[in-house]
């Protein structure tokens, strides 16, 4: 079955980078996602990456994808308050055509 | 109008209410979607409309009916629920199912917090 999963807390300081993980499960996985929730609101996409892709750079933003360990990750540069966030990575069930969520990364940033 | 809006942004009642959840866009997306949030967790599938017709429902009890009137509404009435259906529920909207990110790119509204007495 279709498990996405993701390590729950991370905390960096304000200039430092960040870095999220991510694993999934099905290889057969042609998009995968990256969504920021802010407290008390709804899910924002930062990013998607096509599975042939190694690599996906949008400003601050580098996604790599190891589709062999099915290894996704979000590396924010210059990490800033303003990013601290709820962070999850997803995969699109090519059956149904909806997302499945990873548990999500809470990023705290510091000053 | 890239939005998705969701009304209310609060609902609080009892086990015994009917009440309903109402999700609005305007960006002529033929596919929209229920999630469930509990605190602390991913959102959950609950169900999808693909041009207005129901296409999946994930097991969600009948106390929970989904409508969608017209392509550009989506409702979720609300029956006899229980303590533990409080959640944040989350609207989302697409051009379609599957397909490219420029197509299922999914737009999520604010969420309406239930709370359930």
């Known amino acids: 079955g279709e498990d996405v999963e993701q390590s729950l807390f991370l905390s960096v300081r304000e200039g430092d980078s960040s870095v999220i993980n991510c694993t999934y499960t099905?290889?057969?996985?042609?998009?995968l996602y990256w969504y920021k929730q802010e407290p008390g609101a709804g899910l924002q996409l930062l990013t998607y990456i096509f599975s042939n892709m190694d690599m996906k750079q949008d400003q601050r933003l580098t996604v790599l994808l190891n589709k062999k360990d099915k290894h996704l990750s979000l590396r924010i540069a210059d990490t800033q308050t303003g990013d601290s966030a709820i962070y999850f990575c997803a995969e699109l069930s090519q059956g149904q055509g909806n997302l499945i969520f990873g548990k999500g990364t809470k990023l705290s940033v510091k000053p | 109008d890239t939005e998705v809006t969701q009304t209310p942004k609060h609902l609080v009642m009892g086990m015994t209410n009917k009440k309903s959840l109402k999700c609005e866009q305007h960006m002529g997306h033929r596919a929209m979607y229920w999630y469930k949030q509990k605190a602390k967790k991913p959102p959950e599938l609950m169900f999808v409309y693909s041009y207005e017709k129901l296409s999946i429902n994930e097991s969600v009890p009948s106390r929970f009916s989904p409508e969608c009137p017209n392509s550009s509404l989506l409702n979720l009435h609300l029956h006899a629920l229980q303590p533990e259906d409080s959640a944040l529920y989350l609207c989302a909207s697409s051009h379609g199912k599957g397909g490219a990110p420029a197509y299922n790119e999914q737009f999520f509204g604010p969420g309406t917090r239930l709370t359930v007495l």
């Open positions: 099905d290889s057969s996985s042609t998009y």
